[in-house]
């Protein structure tokens, strides 16, 4: 059992690890972008992310008013949350079924791409449907889970090798 916390501690560490990565990928994909993708992105998008949006419309649900610099901490804090969840989703998947490390990184990084960002984010009304956004929209996404998900995987592999498999 101390085997299966101690991994998912270091996992829960490199899931924040790699959304800080991810953070910096997807940063520099943005700034290589045409004026004009950035443009389109911009009148497609309510709030500088879903889970900002998300706080607003649990504001509503409950009858509060959420301000902006709520709205916008609050939302960060749960983006950053979802991401942090990962690292314990690919641990377990990782001892349970002897998935590789970076397969299981990997995996989960690209399920969080596929089903929230191009799922669930426009079934929550969110975001504007996928084929609105420019594509260079969509390969940043995955290009910053990918980096997640080998990151990820990297600190699944320590804790393999501190606590064994």
């Known amino acids: 059992m101390g085997n299966t916390i101690g991994h998912a501690v270091v996992a829960t560490a490199g899931a924040f ?46 009858g509060r008013k959420v301000d902006d610099e709520t709205a916008e901490k609050v939302g960060m804090l749960a983006h950053s949350g979802f991401g942090v969840a990962g690292g314990p989703v690919a641990s377990l998947l990782h001892r349970r079924t002897g998935l590789n490390p970076f397969a299981g990184g990997l995996a989960v990084a690209l399920g969080m791409s596929l089903l929230v960002d191009e799922g669930l984010n426009y079934v929550l ?32 592999a320590a804790a393999d090798f501190v606590f064994g498999d």
């Not at 004009?36 to 419309?57: C, F, G, I, W, Y």
């Not at 390969?139 to 889970?145: D, N, P, T």
């Open 17 to 62: 690890a790699a959304g800080k990565v991810m953070d910096k990928v997807t940063t520099a994909f943005y700034e290589r972008q045409s004026d004009s993708s950035k443009h389109k992105e911009e009148s497609l998008r309510a709030d500088p992310m879903p889970t900002v949006t998300l706080v607003r419309r649990v504001g509503e649900m409950t």
């Open 125 to 156: 009304g969110l975001v504007a449907p996928a084929p609105e956004w420019p594509a260079v929209s969509h390969v940043r996404g995955v290009a910053g889970h990918l980096a997640y998900g080998l990151v990820l995987g990297t600190a699944i």
